[in-house]
């Protein structure tokens, strides 16, 4: 079965650009979570989306966004994109959503490295 | 608010000694902790899951503890190899937020 993949790999925009981000889930997952990885913050949720919603939001400003596909595929949006967006953005899926009491895990892919001059 | 921390941040030990890391975790009504293996540049590979209700998880060399009445949990790899460089996050899952709360992080370098 094939993993989570993500593209592009990498990414390099400019200030004030806008950017969207790919997440293909494993075949059957129904739930795709988003994360931040900078080396100042470390991991951090974005957004989860299961079955077509946004199930649970992180501390993110408006500028980040996603939507999520009915064949489970997901997208996440940076609008207006400033220096301290660059970053290694994750995602993960799982077969059930989050909020099932945390009996979910979630396989992650290996990430778009996104770089912004 | 749930922090999660992780110490050391940076681990380096010879070939064939076990390894030690710790997670600790602020508020103990968690459903779940996992620890992850980041390689270089990739994503996360989920090592061990266990439930708020287990004490601890085994996985080959790997085995990993829980107590939540002191946020602590640990994982042990035993018999370290030089395969073993990576990474290690461990994240806690609670109900509130429904997400992933992951620590900072230990960098492991296993010398041969």
């Known amino acids: 079965k094939a993993g989570v993949t993500q593209t592009p790999r990498y990414l390099i925009k400019t200030r004030g650009q806008q950017v969207t981000l790919s997440c293909s889930p494993i075949?059957?997952?129904?739930?795709v979570s988003w994360y931040q990885q900078t080396p100042g913050q470390g991991l951090q949720f974005l957004f989860e989306?299961?079955?077509?919603?946004?199930?649970n939001k992180g501390n993110f400003p408006g500028r980040f966004s996603g939507r999520q596909f009915s064949n489970s595929r997901s997208e996440m949006n940076v609008s207006t994109l400033e220096l301290g967006d660059s970053a290694l953005y994750l995602c993960a899926s799982s077969l059930g959503p989050l909020t099932s009491g945390g009996q979910e895990t979630q396989y992650f892919g290996p990430g778009t490295r996104l770089l912004v001059l | 608010k749930q922090e999660v921390t992780q110490i050391p941040a940076a681990l380096s030990v010879p070939e064939g000694e076990n390894l030690v890391l710790n997670c600790s975790f602020t508020?103990?009504?968690?459903?779940?902790l996992q620890w992850f293996r980041q390689d270089p540049g990739k994503g996360l590979t989920s090592l061990l899951l266990?439930?708020?209700?287990?004490r601890e998880q085994t996985s080959g060399r790997l085995n990993a503890s829980l107590d939540k009445s002191s946020g602590r949990s640990t994982l042990y790899i035993a018999a370290s190899q030089p395969g073993d460089s990576a990474t290690y996050l461990c994240a806690v899952f609670k109900a509130a937020g429904n997400k992933l709360t992951f620590g900072g992080g230990t960098r492991v370098l296993v010398k041969p």
């Open positions: 508020d103990s009504a968690i459903y779940n």
């Open positions: 075949s059957g997952h129904r739930s």
């Open positions: 266990i439930q708020s209700s287990q």
């Open positions: 989306y299961f079955s077509e919603t946004q199930r």
